[in-house]
């Protein structure tokens, strides 16, 4: 998978009873944004993830950073040598029946995400080749449509979207590599897992990129599971 294969503006409170052996954790407010921050003790940097929670994608309220499905997976990540920031990402307008605010809304998403992206590239002497972004639910849905509509997100390394589904022009656009996981039956979207993947027309892109429909599971749902092929 794509994944194996600064300005020092934060302020730093360590998480309690949220550390292992292997992992640092605190809380950062990096770029302006507070985050769930972790990273491994030891050994060299692989990589930065940035990530972000779930969220009502009619009114989408600042990212939740204690998202236990992240935090398990940012956990994961770090004892494989990558850095992870689970990210509350900002307060975003009312979307209603207007589809150009949800438009904004993606936009606004992948700018925290690239805000806070870069100020860790800054710090820790890494480049944009270096950069994964991701998420569960509406802010993969987001990710998903910035990498097809966007171009500020398309250089970085992939995108991980973890209940994430799109339309089937969006999914055919991705212009970065995606690795795609649902339940059988995802509700909020046509094309997700393994048929998002299938759907995407660059043959570069879709090469690189892993999808999963899981029928072991259905509906809107996760499984702990993926979390060890991601990592």
Known sequence: MFIISCNKDENTTAAPNNSNAEVENSQRTIASLLTNYFAPKNGPIKG???????NDPQNPTPGNIK???LI???KSLAMKGFVCAIVQYRDQPFVGNNFENFNANTLMLAEDFNNVGNALIAELSLSRNKLIFGGSSY?????VSQNA?????????GIIAIMGS????????????VLAFACNGEPFGTNYG???VQSITNTAVKTKSFGLTDNNCSGHATSNQWISIIT
Not at 48 to 54: A, Q, Y
Not at 139 to 143: D, F, I, K, M, R
Not at 166 to 175: G, P, R, V
């Open 139 to 143: 802010s993969a849905n987001c990710l």
């Open 67 to 69: 998202e236990q499905y």
């Open 166 to 177: 799109s339309a089937l022009d969006t999914a055919q656009n991705q212009k970065t590599p």
């Open 48 to 54: 930065i993830v940035i990530l972000g929670s779930g």
């Open 149 to 157: 509509w966007g171009n500020s997100i398309t250089d970085v390394k």
């Open 72 to 74: 398990d997976l940012s």
């Open 194 to 196: 393994t048929s998002l």
